[in-house]
């Protein structure tokens, strides 16, 4: 089962606009969760994590906002950059075994900046 | 500060054949992951490794094993390819076990693998 959903696939904004990518979830035990770009022929690089028991981190011009209550979490990218265009993964962090954590990943969205 | 390197970046084998892919974790992490990243889809999870030992286990079969050493560097090894191992295998170390401060973990490059 997809534990962690990002439904849109692909998303195109113009430069200096704002770029807003969302996640949905269902575990109610991930204690983190992570955002990941990626490049072509690179490995995922990281972006930005929140806390389960925040609703808010910001890091520069990347913001993410987590609701519990809906099970939804949003990357904002303002202003958004041509260099910010790739693939966007959403991950969540969940314990399990008493020590292993994992990241359980969404399939991406593809963000593409037109200058 | 080195990141985390894999080699090779690119292999080509045939069904039914062995592989060993490695990986060496950046600088002071001794925790390594391994994911397996079909086409179109997001990195999945294998394993974890933590002072050379197993420790969490994805939903992958037996003939998928690794390894660990003692300056933290890792290995992937898979028997008897099947057509779906084709994928991007990548590599992710941190530093420590639990999961204080937010699990970040820092990937290599990955490598790719076609199984034909």
């Known amino acids: 089962d997809q534990q962690v959903k990002q439904n849109s696939p692909s998303l195109s904004v113009q430069e200096g606009r704002i770029s807003i990518l969302n996640c949905d979830y269902t575990?109610?035990?991930?204690?983190?969760f992570l955002w990941y770009k990626k490049y072509p022929a690179e490995g995922p690089t990281f972006l930005i994590s929140?806390?389960?028991?925040?609703d808010k981190n910001e890091d520069g011009r990347f913001t993410v906002f987590l609701n519990k209550s809906a099970k939804h979490l949003s990357l904002h990218i303002v202003p958004s950059q041509p260099g910010d265009s790739a693939v966007y993964f959403c991950?969540?962090?969940?314990?399990?075994?008493?020590?292993?954590?994992?990241?359980?990943f969404g399939t991406g969205t593809l963000l593409a900046v037109q200058p | 500060e080195t990141g985390v390197t894999q080699s090779p970046t690119h292999l080509i084998k045939t069904r039914g054949q062995q592989v060993t892919l490695r990986c060496s974790s950046q600088s002071g992490h001794n925790t390594v992951s391994w994911y397996q990243q079909a086409l179109g889809q997001g990195p999945q999870f294998i394993f974890q490794y933590y002072r050379e030992e197993e420790n969490g286990r994805g939903n992958f079969p037996p003939r998928f094993s690794g390894l660990q050493f003692p300056n933290y560097s890792s290995e992937l090894n898979v028997n008897a390819l099947e057509l779906d191992d084709s994928a991007l295998y990548l590599c992710?170390?941190?530093?420590?076990?639990?999961?204080?401060?937010?699990?970040?973990?820092?990937f290599g490059a990955g490598t790719r693998l076609s199984v034909l």
């Open positions: 575990n109610s035990m991930f204690d983190y």
């Open positions: 992710a170390s941190r530093p420590g076990r639990a999961s204080g401060g937010g699990n970040i973990q820092y």
């Open positions: 991950a969540a962090s969940v314990v399990y075994g008493g020590a292993t954590n994992k990241l359980i």
């Open positions: 929140i806390s389960s028991i925040k």
